[in-house]
């Protein structure tokens, strides 16, 4: 063999390696989840009331639900790939303190959930814990909220329900699209487990949608953000200047514009008119 040909079999064993290694350990980098113990014992500022689902034998979906007196709806929230909602429900006084009750599950394989994860799966336990919302609330009460790589599963279960507005906080045009930007050589495509398409659920939702994201955003950059919303008619995207991936919370501009989305679309009606508003006031204030 010739020195040539050495180098493009090593080349070639390079790469079906890293392919592998991609597949075999995407896992890893997609989800760092915290296992807590089922004894655990939840402590909050809020009252909150844990609870369960077992969508089947061997699975166990963990959740938690501050509820207020007198509330205006609830916020559905799916959080980030780390931890679990042991720290997450730190996020639940942005909305109680806001008038509405929270709801956060866990996904599988995080805090006390238990279950093989998969993207169907999340996708099925999150359509399970809005059936239990329905339950205790009406659709027009219940706002889905998608932080991260939650923001996917999130405009997922918008897609296949009818709540009243959708906000997306930090938001991937999809796990594919971004994923084959952060690794061009690889076949991310073929090997990605989650593809999560949030451009093709975007597209079926029917209440309008807010997106949220920070202009110094280096995980996920904010023409994630742009890209998406000029999929959809009725949707916003509000600028954080100076935002980040995980510190849009610490940002006054976050608190003024989660408040009037939440609180100025409290009926169906109202919606009509909310993204011409939102519109108005965001040119009004930059």
């Known amino acids: 063999m010739t020195v040539a040909l050495y180098i ?3 080349c070639l ?3 079906v390696f890293l392919c592998v290694l991609f597949y075999f350990i995407q896992e890893r980098f997609l989800f760092q989840p915290e296992i807590l113990p089922q004894d655990f014992k939840y402590k909050y500022e809020y009252p909150v009331e844990e609870v369960f689902f077992e969508p089947e034998r061997g699975v166990r979906i ?3 639900h501050f509820k207020i007196p007198n509330s205006k709806g609830v916020v559905f929230y799916f959080k980030g790939n780390s931890r679990s909602i042991k720290g997450w429900g730190k996020f639940a006084r942005d909305f109680i303190n806001k008038g509405y009750d929270f709801f956060m599950i866990d996904y599988r394989g995080f805090g006390k959930s238990r279950g093989k994860r998969s993207q169907e799966a999340i996708f099925e336990d999150s359509q399970i814990a809005y059936k239990f919302l329905k339950q205790v609330y009406s659709e027009e009460k219940i706002t889905i909220y998608g932080r991260s790589i939650g923001s996917g599963f999130a405009t997922h279960c918008a897609a296949k329900n009818n709540p009243l507005k959708l906000i997306l906080d930090s938001p991937y045009f ?3 699209d971004l994923l084959s930007r952060k690794a061009p050589i690889l076949p991310i495509g073929r ?10 659920y975007i597209k079926d939702v029917k209440c309008p949608i807010f997106i949220i994201h920070g202009n110094k955003d280096r995980l996920i950059p904010i023409r994630h953000g742009k890209r998406l919303v000029e999929l959809v008619e009725k949707g916003q995207l509000i600028q954080i200047e100076g935002g980040g991936h ?4 610490s940002f006054k ?7 009037f989305i939440l609180n100025n679309a409290l009926s169906r009606v109202k919606e009509q008119d909310l993204v011409k508003r939102m519109k108005d006031k965001v040119l009004s204030s930059s």
């Open 191 to 200: 090997l990605l487990k989650y593809h999560i398409r949030t451009d093709n």
């Open 174 to 176: 999809s796990m594919v």
């Open 8 to 10: 493009l079999v090593a």
């Open 246 to 249: 995980n510190n849009l919370p």
């Open 13 to 15: 064993s390079l790469y």
């Open 253 to 259: 501009k976050y608190h003024e514009q989660l408040s």
């Open 62 to 64: 963990n959740a938690l």
